[in-house]
């Protein structure tokens, strides 16, 4: 089977694209280029206006996993053509050539699609609600999926963090290097969730698919880490972890915040944690553990190094 992987050097694509390769003849394609070239990779900006019809035609994947995402959160207000480009207009023509030649999609959305205002954990059948572009963006890529009838499984996910990109563990540890106390919000709540969980339900999505059919399993699911914490819950892990294993001398000052006291372009819900039932049901995929998967990803930036 011909695999199309776009994000490649994200976070998610790049924890994917080796699990990827055990499944088919995989093509990578970002708009950056790895330095350890090893898969076929194709260097491409998505919002140049560029055909992905063209390489699609000539790639003819049966399965086209669209980790590419503009996740600026707060940068997306001030760009939100992009941003919809990125999240909504792109992945709407992957799933139209998809559902044309019977392709399937996966394809990956957010928490930030809810307002938070939800008592419980979100269920798939919430009504979403998004505060900010990036949401607004993100919930108009689920629904030109979902419009176009191809085969697809959108993993909604939050708090999305690895050893290696953009994301809070990262900023964290440099923050705490450099020696500075911080004040952290407290009253917004999510489930962290690692990259490489998330890549490896993305498989199980996949195996379960080959060995059964897609019959039935299309759709909206949620995929989440099995914690509930507050940012600040999440730095303190973060710290206490970094301790342990000798990233860190001695954890920072940590303060909590309001969120109404740190203002940032965009809006974010207050709750956004996501109820992981549907996949277990349907798919078997449980939530991994968030404090052995922060660990994991702590002692591989030790062993990479805290620059
Ligand atoms: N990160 C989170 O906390 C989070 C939370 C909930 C849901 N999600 C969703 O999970 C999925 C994976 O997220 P992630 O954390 O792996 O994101 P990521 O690390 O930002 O990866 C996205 C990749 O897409 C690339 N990309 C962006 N614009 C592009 C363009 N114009 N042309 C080609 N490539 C482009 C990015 O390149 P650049 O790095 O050069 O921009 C990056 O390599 C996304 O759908 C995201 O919306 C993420």
Redesign the pocket.
Known sequence: MNILL????????SELLPLLSEWGEVTA????EPADLKNNWLK?????GGEPENLLNRLRPGLIV???????VDQAESEPQ?SF???ADFPGRLAAWAKKNNARLI??????VFDGNAARPYVETDTPDPLNV?GDS?LAGERAIAESGCEHVIL???????SH????VLTMLDLARRGLSLKVVDDQTGCP?S?RN?AQASISVIREWQASGAGGRTGVFHYCDDSTLSWHDFARAIFSFSVSAGLLEKEPELAPVSGLEFPQPATRPNWSVLDTSKIANVFNIRPASFSGSLQAVIREVRARGLK
């Open positions: 776009t994000g490649a050097a994200g976070q998610l694509g394609t970002d708009r950056s491409a900006d998505i919002s140049d669209n980790t590419a995402a503009y996740t600026a992009t480009d990125i999240n394809h990956y959305s957010t928490d930030y990036y993100k909604r996910t939050s708090w999305v963090y690895s990109g953009k994301n809070f969730t990259a998330l």
